[in-house]
């Protein structure tokens, strides 16, 4: 079965740090997608990033970056000079069945907190 | 603005009570998804509609029922409910069946007391 893990509940950090959310994930299928999302104090989730699992590239998008490590079964998420409109729930999720054809519901982890304070 | 639309954004009813929450998929997209977020069990998928067929079910409760129309708006019908159903719930829509890339509604939070 499929499940993700992101050990860190809750992080703090001050504006301008750096910060890493980690997600582990398991699965047994070799074709899945990766995700990150980000819930602000709002509540809508917003869509970050997609990441195949052929494709182990980093990936950068201003001030965030990307790991994915398959040995590690890794997909962590670093934000660059924080700020404090990053401050929100970040969920890391895992997609199955991508050759089958079959459903691509969406595994979540229990998110992490990000607290980005002045 | 994802382009997905639910309605209503909260609804507040008693035990036992029957909702439906709504949902319109983003323009070209035949996918539906339905989520329940909570305090307990986090976010957990319930159903999948596509072009109006179920495709997938997650750990939803016999209670609840969704269906997709022809037009590809969605319904999510919950019966009987109980404090526990008390939740956000979450439509997200995508292109095809496997695309992965899932946009997400604002959510509809439930109150149920």
């Known amino acids: 079965a499929q499940k993700v893990t992101q050990a860190q509940t809750e992080i703090s950090v001050v504006e301008k740090e750096d910060v890493t959310l980690d997600c582990v994930y398991e699965?047994?299928?070799?074709?899945?997608?990766l995700f990150w999302y980000k819930q602000p104090p709002s509540g809508e989730l917003v869509f970050l990033i997609r990441?195949?699992?052929?494709?182990?590239q980093n990936e950068i998008s201003g001030r965030y970056s990307w790991n994915f490590q398959k040995s590690t079964s890794s997909f962590n998420f670093t934000i660059t000079a924080s700020q404090v409109v990053d401050s929100a729930v970040y969920f890391c999720?895992?997609?199955?069945?991508?050759?089958?054809?079959?459903?691509?519901?969406?595994?979540f982890g229990t998110g992490t907190r990000l607290q980005v304070t002045l | 603005d994802s382009g997905v639309t639910q309605t209503p954004k909260h609804l507040i009813t008693a035990t036992g009570q029957r909702v439906t929450l709504r949902c319109s998929p983003r323009?070209?997209?035949?996918?539906v998804y339905w989520y329940q977020q909570s305090l307990d069990q986090g976010l957990q998928f319930l159903i999948q509609?596509?072009?109006?067929?179920?495709?997938a079910k997650g750990n939803i409760l016999e209670r609840f029922s969704a269906q997709q129309f022809p037009d590809l708006h969605s319904e999510l019908n919950l019966s009987s409910l109980e404090l526990g159903d008390s939740a956000l719930y979450f439509c997200?829509?995508?292109?095809?069946?496997?695309?992965?890339?899932?946009?997400f509604g604002p959510g509809t939070r439930l109150t149920v007391t």
């Open positions: 999720a895992l997609s199955e069945g991508i050759n089958t054809g079959t459903a691509s519901k969406l595994t």
């Open positions: 323009s070209g997209d035949l996918s």
């Open positions: 699965t047994r299928d070799t074709t899945y997608y």
């Open positions: 990441r195949n699992s052929f494709d182990e």
């Open positions: 997200a829509s995508s292109v095809g069946t496997t695309s992965g890339e899932q946009y």
């Open positions: 509609y596509y072009n109006g067929e179920e495709r």
